[in-house]
């Protein structure tokens, strides 16, 4: 779960490069954070499960008319370790 200091950060990063995100799916405007982080876990084919250490840390946030999931890199956003 993200700390509410998280989050804001998260949604800070995220308002300042898209401060009009518009969901590609229904065109709302309206997104919400969702509450913990989400793993990409990288798999080298598609029959086998993912190494856990291996996998892209992202916020996700969820369109609040659709539920369209967009993700963003937290690395990308500078606020990965
Ligand atoms: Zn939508």
Same mark, same amino acid.
């Given at each position: 779960?993200?700390?509410?200091?998280?989050?804001?950060?998260?949604?800070?990063?995220?308002?300042?490069?898209?401060?009009?995100?518009?969901?590609?799916?229904? &065109?709302?405007?309206?997104? *919400?954070?969702?509450?913990?982080? @989400?793993?990409?876990?990288? &798999?080298?084919?598609?029959? @086998?499960?993912?190494?856990?250490?291996? *996998?892209?840390? @992202?916020? &996700?946030?969820?369109?609040?008319?659709?539920?369209?999931?967009?993700?963003?890199?937290?690395?990308?956003?500078?606020?990965?370790?």
């Amino acid at each position: 779960m993200n700390t509410p200091e998280e989050q804001q950060k998260i949604v800070e990063a995220v308002s300042k490069k898209f401060p009009h995100m518009t969901c590609p799916m229904c &065109s709302n405007t309206k997104f *919400a954070l969702v509450r913990g982080f @989400t793993m990409n876990i990288l &798999s080298k084919d598609t029959t @086998t499960f993912g190494d856990l250490s291996k *996998a892209i840390p @992202t916020a &996700s946030f969820t369109c609040e008319n659709c539920g369209f999931l967009a993700q963003y890199s937290l690395q990308t956003l500078g606020l990965s370790q």
